[in-house]
């Protein structure tokens, strides 16, 4: 007869603790930076990617970033007159909703402002984007990368390439082996005298549609990117008390 096993009962203990003791230390670092800084920033991040945010942190190595944790930034910061940590943190709070995060600063609020006007990167949609253009390819040879987007978007909408996937063939054109990888997602695809081709006309996306997982890695393979990387900052808090809404 098969042995019984008995249910294991696993402590949660330690990984609550772990996990208090973090947002306790999340909290103190809060507080300690608003000590420590003339300007506290609620800034909400347009087409996420960490990489770029990490970009945003080097450039600002002198700054310090809080992103997520909402409630644990609020409860930092307090909720109310009763409760806040310095004069008027609790107007921060109120705007700790959604993708959200903290920027503590003591650079000059003119200069923190010219900064994040003038920084933006393009990159590639993801699915679950909203299109902002419209794409329709003809039959005949597929292009892609500088070809593609010169051919087929209009210029308002001409958006960077990655310039170390366009060059990895040395050429606008795919190579032969990737005809059934696009074929796979959706591409009416034929080798002709070794290169792709498009059997018919094949519309790629509508602007205002949604981007499902294929068009999303087929607007990536053509060198597209319509998705821009844009960090607005939506209030701030001066050490003296004086609040405003960027």
Known sequence: MPRSKRQKIVSLTKAESKGREHKEKLVVDIQQSVDLYQYIYVYSVN??????????????????????????????????DADEYKENTSKISKFLTGEVGLLFSNDPL??????????????????????????????GELIRGDAFISSYLSSDQVMPIDDEKDTLYGSDVFPPNMEPQLRSLGLPTQLVKGKIHLTNDFNLVNKGSILNPKQAQLLKLFGVKLANFKVKLICCLKNDGTFTKL
């Open 47 to 80: 087409n996420m990617r960490n990489s770029y945010l990490k970009q945003v942190r080097s450039k600002l190595n002198s700054s310090r970033f809080f992103f997520g944790r909402n409630k644990v930034m609020a409860k930092a910061l307090g909720s109310g």
């Open 110 to 139: 003119e200069q923190t402002i010219e900064f994040f006007n003038n920084y933006s990167e393009s990159d590639y949609a993801k699915t679950g984007f909203v299109s902002t253009v419209s794409i329709s390819i003809p039959a």
